[in-house]
């Protein structure tokens, strides 16, 4: 769950009044070791933590580069200004003028400049930021608009960016010649080799983010083209907690079975199960030694674990490639059935058949292979196919459920009977989120569009910023020869 303060509430204040009541609300089955966990920040599963965190990086190198060809940009202009202000400077020069009191004077025409410039950008910032939020085809769940810190932040940068651009053009000025200043004399060549090489410069940087651009739509175009072992069209996902309504093992085990059968019996259902797991929403998993039968102090490798109930891999679209499903029949008190991905067979099992041997648990239970099924994405797009191991829900009870429905139609049209069909069985029964795979999958795929997006408009402003630089230099260039073009 996550929530915004109010105002005048403090987060030790909040956090004492969500443990007090989730002490309240207790409810029978929970497990006593279980604690609420109330955090300043919103939380997110490793492997996603890790891509918002190089994403953000990323915008961030490309802000900073934006922002190096705006100062260039500004240089190129103030160096410009200047050139034509020589004469100026000469005369005040040759009057007594102090080149420090120069110095500043220039300096103060740029921090002008700097904090025009900057209280523009911070309201401008300060009304796109919804805009930008609502363009992006993600949805977030933080705020867009800059807080106060932020803006002060932003603003203090426009004005040390100011006096960094404004202090090189100012002590150039004031280092000329007074008498050549005042005989009509201009820069020096250095001024012009400083424009030309700040000019190149943002080119330069402004060519290296459009690639960048061109590059995440190419990576974007690839997610879309991703293959994700299973089928997610027409997959219709209601998630509920079992415990919540107070069911036990047996209770929720006959839950399960009664509500899968009213699901299957739904008019355009075509195969209805249950997971623990869905692809990208985070992870459940194990140790296994990596040699069957080590020792348990032994090295060993992460294996993904899933429970689902029968036609899950019919709901999914995975192809069963050898041995059987889960059936009816697997049950608790049996010997615990499990179903393995190609990548786990090929990695235990790789020179005999997997179907019927024992995954050696050390001093755990071992389970017993029954089938083995193609790979499937687990955590994110593109990643090498992970050892996988799908569990009996009826022997291996998960009170969090996923209830998923493949249909014919539109998914999102049946929500509203499943919902109905779940509810006859229990009136008490709270739904998560109810969603469709397909929407689940296209989340994943909008984290590269939004890449692509935030990178190529990036780009696109620094191209424009160096367009604009460049012409500068040459008009300024051109009217300073007006006379030799002339002639």
């Not at 109010?6 to 989730?22: E, G, H, I």
């Not at 409810?27 to 490793?46: A, C, H, K, M, W």
């Not at 079992?242 to 209770?251: C, E, F, L, P, T």
Request: charged share 20%; no cysteine; aromatic share 6%.
């Amino acid at each position: 769950s996550v929530g915004r303060l109010a105002p005048a509430a403090t987060f030790d204040a909040t956090r004492a009044n969500l443990m007090t009541l989730s002490e309240q609300l207790a409810y029978d089955g929970r497990d006593e070791t279980e604690t609420l966990l109330v955090s300043r920040q919103i939380l997110y599963r490793p492997s996603q933590e890790a891509t918002l965190t190089n994403l953000s990086r990323m915008l961030l190198a490309a802000v900073a580069l934006v922002l190096i060809v705006a100062m260039a940009n500004v240089a190129v202009l103030l160096l410009s200004r200047a050139s034509t202000r020589a004469r100026e400077m000469g005369v005040r020069t040759a009057l007594g003028a102090q080149r420090g009191r120069l110095v500043r004077q220039l300096l103060a025409e740029s921090l002008i400049l700097g904090t025009a410039g900057g209280a523009l950008g911070v309201a401008l910032a300060y009304q796109l930021s919804d805009l930008a939020g609502a363009l992006l085809p993600l949805p977030f769940v933080v705020a867009f608009r800059p807080s106060p810190a932020v803006l002060a932040a932003a603003a203090g940068l426009a004005l040390l960016t100011a006096m960094v651009v404004g202090l090189a053009p100012a002590l150039h000025t004031v280092r000329q010649d007074p008498a050549r200043a005042v005989a009509g004399g201009r820069f020096r060549s250095a001024g012009g080799r400083l424009r030309h090489a700040l000019v190149v410069g943002q080119v330069g940087v402004s060519v290296t983010l459009v690639a960048g651009a061109f590059l995440f739509a190419g990576s974007f175009r690839a997610a879309q083209n991703q293959p994700l072992g299973f089928d997610a069209d027409r997959v219709l996902m209601v998630r509920v907690d079992a415990r919540a309504i107070g069911y036990d093992d047996v209770r929720g085990r006959a839950f399960v079975d009664e509500a899968l059968t009213r699901l299957r019996g739904l008019p355009g259902v075509a195969a209805a199960s249950t997971s623990r797991q869905i692809p990208f929403q985070g992870d459940w998993s194990t140790d296994l030694p990596v040699e069957p039968g080590g020792p348990d102090d032994g090295p060993t490798f992460v294996l993904y674990l899933n429970a689902v109930s029968p036609q899950y891999f019919e709901v999914m679209g995975i192809p069963v490639r050898r041995g059987r499903p889960f059936v009816s029949s697997d049950r608790a008190g049996d010997a615990t059935s499990v179903v393995i991905n190609d990548a786990m067979a090929a990695r235990y099992f790789p020179d005999v058949d997997p179907v019927g041997r024992m995954l050696d648990r050390g001093d755990r239970q071992a389970w017993q292979v029954v089938g083995v099924v193609a790979d499937a994405a687990y955590l994110e797009l593109g990643e090498e196919p992970k050892p996988q191991a799908y569990l009996a829900l009826s022997q291996v009870w998960q009170p969090w459920l996923t209830f998923m429905v493949r249909t014919g139609g539109d998914p999102a049209a049946l929500a509203p009977a499943v919902h109905r069909s779940l509810r006859e069985l229990n009136p008490e029964l709270a739904f998560g989120s109810t969603t469709t795979l397909a929407s689940v999958v296209g989340d994943e795929v909008a984290r590269y569009e939004v890449s692509a997006i935030l990178v190529g408009a990036f780009g696109l402003v620094a191209l424009l910023l160096a367009a604009a630089g460049l012409y500068g230099v040459v008009a300024f260039l051109v009217a300073e020869r007006t006379r030799e073009i002339g002639v």
